[in-house]
């Protein structure tokens, strides 16, 4: 994929608007951020949809952190560097366990309402690959939902926050390998907004599979802007896959999370015989890595011929389970599924990706003024494999670094300007909205059957090929709407995650090489 700019631009003047800091996101990474600038700085806020469509919203389990007196960071941070098979950056991985309580803390000064205990303590929970109790949760199993609500909630009151509600980014003007601005679309037009430091934490890519928990937009607009822009982006094949999601009888777009806390307070995966098939197979049996969770249903569900395994809660009572996750319970008792009596059939789907932009311990990319947190960022702390829980710490920890280090750091701007000229290559291939769609079917359709969880030579050659013809037919294209930009930057990533498959041979954490 070889275009700078995506749509098409002649000498064409647009509106410009001016900025200290641009924030692309609206889920936890980017608030969090927005919240820790300086208030005596004009920040735009851009978010293609709402504050309530984002990837933190839908977060279920919790925040790791250590909060209790029989823990420490150094466990926390042994507990990371395992769950990620070797490749984590374990300074990066030190900052985030050893800064985390503090922004825990932060979050209950601004009134996050995590549960508590009778006591009036923080109830404290496990979930996969933790050796301890270190995950608080918001609302039982509702933590990215309150915690986004809560966030959101400040920032819409800070006057210095402007928000850009159903604005697309569509990319990242660059001047001298430094940000110039964002070229952005709302409404039927164009804008540029201006400025020399800009934020990105749009989140991953969960949808280019055809199975996954990412909300419907999640394609990596972000990660495919920042590329064009001259951004280094590693490790786009280390992809997770959750190992509890919801059956579904139907098509959907996003499937239904059963959260891992909920093997935390004792559920265990059965086949439809009902045996135990975890136990023995890692000292954590059912609380394993969620790599080797997935692996593990996969092999069984081919050993036994089952369409899906079964999570048994039946070592709950209803009380508690409701209590302690209300979405969970009414999500399932809305399928006719009595829990927790009834046992929940699962399958694994595509949760999140540990590669993205590469980012430095102050969020920094090889951009000047170009920042990235959260999931399209890589940060080196998840390495091969994500830690259950640390993916809302990252946005927090790094979301308010990034922030920190603008207020240190804040490169003004020269000038100030009204509009702006751009002028950019020419395309001549028009496509139909019929090929477009068939196009965004057969990405899902290409990684999910060749660039999954289990994932052979052969398979990721032939995704390569389906891709690259794709891209051949993309790439004089005339792009001239959001759900164009949507597909082009679908198909960029999933080119990014073959690529990178292809080129990792070995099999480590998530990216799970099968010999034909």
């Known amino acids: 994929m070889k275009r700078r700019i995506l749509p098409d631009f002649e000498n064409e003047t647009i509106q410009a608007y001016n900025f200290d800091v641009i924030i692309v996101g609206t889920g936890v990474a980017g608030l969090y951020a927005a919240l820790n600038l300086d208030e005596d700085l004009e920040v735009a806020v851009v978010t293609k949809a709402n504050i309530d469509e984002s990837n933190s919203y839908l977060a279920q389990g919790g925040i790791a952190a250590v909060m209790t007196a029989d823990d420490n960071y150094h466990n926390h941070v042994e507990d990371t560097l395992v769950a990620g098979a070797g490749l984590c950056n374990r300074e990066a991985v030190e900052v985030l366990c050893e800064e985390g309580p503090s922004d825990i803390h932060k979050l209950i000064e601004m009134q996050v309402p995590f549960d508590v205990n009778e006591d009036g303590d923080l109830q404290i929970t496990r979930e996969g690959g933790h050796h301890h109790r270190r995950i608080v949760h918001c609302g039982g199993d509702a933590t990215g939902r309150e915690t986004t609500k809560q966030l959101g909630n400040i920032a819409l009151t800070k006057e210095n926050l402007h928000f850009f509600f159903g604005t697309y980014l569509v990319d990242i003007i660059t001047k001298d390998n430094a940000v110039f601005g964002a070229l952005v679309h709302t409404g039927d037009e164009y804008k540029l907004l201006r400025s020399n430091n800009i934020i990105v934490a749009s989140g991953g890519c969960g949808q280019i599979y055809r199975y996954t928990t990412s909300p419907l937009g999640s394609v990596g607009d972000g990660i495919a802007a920042c590329a064009r822009a001259g951004a280094v982006v590693n490790d786009m094949e280390l992809v997770q896959f959750h190992p509890t999601t919801l059956v579904s009888k139907g098509k959907e777009d996003r499937l239904f999370l059963i959260s891992e806390a909920v093997r935390g307070e004792g559920g265990i995966l059965r086949n439809s015989k009902g045996e135990a098939f975890m136990q023995g197979k890692h000292e954590l049996a059912d609380l394993a890595p969620r790599d080797i969770v997935t692996r593990e249903i996969l092999k069984e569900l081919a050993r036994v011929g089952d369409p899906n395994a079964w999570l048994d809660v039946s070592s709950m009572s209803e009380e508690f389970f409701s209590t302690r996750f209300p979405t969970i319970y009414g999500e399932c008792k809305s399928r006719g599924i009595n829990v927790p009596h009834d046992m929940i059939p699962v399958h694994p789907a595509q949760h999140y990706l540990m590669g993205g932009v590469k980012t430095d311990l102050n969020s920094r990319t090889n951009v000047k003024g170009l920042y990235c947190c959260g999931e399209c960022a890589e940060t080196g702390i998840h390495g091969a494999n994500r830690l259950a829980s640390n993916s809302l710490l990252e946005c927090l920890v790094f ?25 950019t290559e020419h395309h001549t291939k028009r496509l139909t909205l019929d090929e477009y769609h068939k196009i965004e079917s057969t990405v899902k359709d290409t990684m999910s059957d060749y660039v999954g969880p289990i994932r ?37 990533n ?23």
Do not use: C, W
């Open 399 to 423: 979301g308010r670094r990034a922030a920190q280090y603008i207020n240190n750091n804040f490169i003004p701007l020269a000038d100030e300007i009204s509009e702006y000229t751009i002028t």
């Open 494 to 516: 999933a080119l990014m995650v073959v690529d990178g498959a292809i080129a990792r041979k070995e099999s480590v954490g998530s990216h799970y090489i099968v010999n034909d």
């Open 456 to 492: 052979t030579p052969s398979g990721l050659r032939k995704a390569k090929e389906i891709l690259t013809a794709i891209s051949d037919r993309l790439d004089n294209a005339i792009l001239e709407t959001p759900y164009e930009f949507k597909v082009f930057n679908g198909v960029t």
